[in-house]
C-alpha cells in the first residue's frame, strides 16, 4: 500500500541503513515499501558476497528477502545485531507503526536488536505524535478493546481489508483497530496503558527503541540520532 512521500526519498532512506550492515551480521527486517528498498539493497550486498543473516517480520519482508537471496534465520537461533524498519511517523525519537498491520511482529525484532535504524521519508516527520495508532487484537476481544480504547480518549475503527470483503487479517491471525488519539501528550503513558488492556497484541506505538532515524528526501539524507 502506497502511504508516506516519494518513492526516491524511500530508496534514499532505505539504502542508507543498509550502508551500517557489517559482515558476519544478523539482521532484522522489517516491512513495507520503504523497508523494501533497504532489503533489496541488502540483497544486492549479499550477491557481492556480504555475509549477513535476516530475521523478516512479516510475510511480505520474508517472500522479499526470499527473492532478493537474503539468508534467513529466526528469533530462536540468532539474535539481530541490527534491524531496519519504517514508520507511519516518527516524533524525535518515537514512532507509530503498524501501516501495514506488522508492528506485533515488528516490535519483537526490533527491540531485539541491539540497533534500531528506522527508515523514512521526509512527509513522515512531525513534531508530535498524531495518526491514528494501529492496535493489533485477538478476533474475541473487538469490543472490550474498542470500549477501553474509547475510555482513554481514542476514536477506533476496525481496518478493513482492500481487496476482501471484511477486515484485515494480520498475519498472525489477529484484528487491527486503528485507534485515532489526536495528537498524543505522552507516548510514553499510552504504550504502556495500551500494553495493559487485556485482549492487545501489540500496538504501533515504538517509545524510545530508534537509535538512527534515516530520513530521505529530495535531496538526500540525513541520519538522526535520538538523546536516549
Ligand atoms: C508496517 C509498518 C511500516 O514500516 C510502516 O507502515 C511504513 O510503511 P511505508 O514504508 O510503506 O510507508 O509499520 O506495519
Request: charged share 30%; hydrophobic share 40%.
Amino acid at each position: 500500500m502506497k502511504r508516506g512521500g516519494s518513492d526516491e526519498a524511500k530508496r534514499r532512506a532505505g539504502e542508507s541503513a543498509v550502508e551500517a550492515v557489517e559482515d558476519g551480521t544478523v539482521v532484522g527486517l522489517g516491512t513495507g515499501s520503504t523497508t523494501a528498498h533497504a532489503i533489496r539493497a541488502l540483497g544486492e550486498a549479499v550477491e557481492n558476497g556480504l555475509d549477513v543473516e535476516g530475521i523478516p517480520t512479516s510475510y511480505q519482508s520474508r517472500e522479499l528477502a526470499r527473492e532478493v537471496g537474503i539468508p534467513l534465520t529466526t528469533l530462536d537461533d540468532a539474535t539481530p545485531d541490527i534491524a531496519i524498519d519504517g514508520a507511519d511517523q516518527a516524533a524525535e525519537g518515537d514512532l507509530i507503526k503498524g501501516g501495514g498491520a506488522a508492528h506485533a511482529r515488528e516490535k519483537l525484532v526490533d527491540a531485539a536488536a541491539d540497533r534500531f535504524l528506522v527508515v523514512v521519508d521526509d512527509s513522515k516527520l512531525a513534531d508530535a505524535l498524531s495518526v491514528p495508532v494501529p492496535v493489533e487484537l485477538l478476533p474475541d476481544a473487538r469490543t472490550t478493546v474498542a470500549d477501553r480504547v474509547r475510555d482513554l480518549g481514542g476514536d477506533p475503527a476496525l481496518r478493513a481489508a482492500e481487496r476482501k470483503d471484511g477486515p484485515v487479517v494480520t498475519d498472525n491471525g489477529n484484528l487491527v483497530l486503528d485507534c485515532d488519539f489526536g495528537e498524543i501528550g505522552d507516548p510514553a503513558e499510552l504504550a504502556a496503558t495500551l500494553s495493559t488492556v487485556p485482549g492487545v497484541v501489540d500496538h504501533g506505538l515504538f517509545v524510545g527503541l530508534a537509535d538512527e532515524i534515516h530520513v530521505g528526501s529530495a535531496d538526500g539524507v540525513t541520519v538522526r540520532r535520538p538523546e536516549s
